[in-house]
T-cell receptor, first 114, second 117 residues
Framework: ETGVTQSPTHLIKTRGQQVTLRCSSQSGHNTVSWYQQALGQGPQFIFQYYREEENGRGNFPPRFSGLQFPNYSSELNVNALELDDSALYLCASSPLRGGDTEAFFGQGTRLTVV | AQKVTQAQTEISVVEKEDVTLDCVYE???????LFWYKQPPSGELVFLIR??????QNEISGRYSWNFQKSTSSFNFTITASQVVDSAVYFCALSESWYSSASKIIFGSGTRLSIRP
């Protein structure tokens, strides 16, 4: 068990709506990253939070935003949902922000936009 | 630009056969990290191994072994005496160096491995 938990597990939203996904990082981990995994593809990096600040961002539009809280848990917010936003959203926590550490992933939130 | 290529989309073998999953990567960094993750149907990515660019020593862990060859930019993964429980999607991945501000992991497209009884 990795200790990274995500909620909800599944979610169905309508195009144009807004959604918030939540992630509790593993104890002692101050870095949280979010990934989007479309069906049949590998995960793609959305952004990373380190000590409550955004610490890097992938090629995603501004309607994808996030927060990290003092307890290092995190939220991913997506505004103006589009059909292509349907995917598995994975949260990963790590004890360090650099590359020299493994990231521990949660079970993901499967978002369906209709 | 960094890129990870897993040319094998799907592999199916009979239980107890050995199977090798190929991974080729591209990066301009001199310091980088390579990973393998397993994704069972439940969706969670399970960490298998991390290797830094300065350590080309092959590694064996039980039935799993990894062959890192910097000369060919490959980091292949072999399962010996495969079992049905090994059925999953396997991802090879690459991470930027420690000195980067964000340790984003770049994943390949994955290889779906099916082990038939």
């Amino acid at each position: 068990e990795t200790g990274v938990t995500q909620s909800p597990t599944h979610l169905i939203k309508t195009r144009g709506q807004q959604v918030t996904l939540r992630c509790s990082s593993q104890s002692g981990h101050n870095t949280v990253s979010w990934y989007q995994q479309a069906l049949g593809q590998g995960p793609q990096f959305i952004f990373q939070y380190y000590r409550e600040e955004e610490n890097g961002r992938g090629n995603f539009p501004p309607r994808f935003s996030g927060l990290q809280f003092p307890n290092y848990s995190s939220e991913l917010n997506v505004n103006a949902l589009e059909l292509d936003d349907s995917a598995l959203y994975l949260c990963a926590s790590s004890p360090l922000r650099g590359g020299d550490t493994e990231a521990f992933f949660g079970q993901g939130t499967r978002l369906t936009v209709v | 630009a960094q890129k990870v290529t897993q040319a094998q989309t799907e592999i199916s073998v009979v239980e107890k056969e050995d199977v090798t999953l190929d991974c080729v990567y591209e990066t301009r960094d001199t310091t980088y990290y390579l990973f393998w993750y397993k994704q069972p149907p439940s969706g969670e990515l399970v960490f298998l191994i991390r290797r830094n660019s300065f350590d080309e020593q092959n590694e064996i862990s039980g039935r799993y072994s990894w062959n890192f060859q910097k000369s060919t930019s490959s980091f292949n993964f072999t399962i010996t005496a495969s079992q049905v429980v090994d059925s999953a999607v396997y991802f090879c991945a690459l991470s930027e160096s420690w000195y980067s501000s964000a340790s984003k992991i770049i994943f390949g497209s994955g290889t779906r491995l099916s082990i038939r009884p």
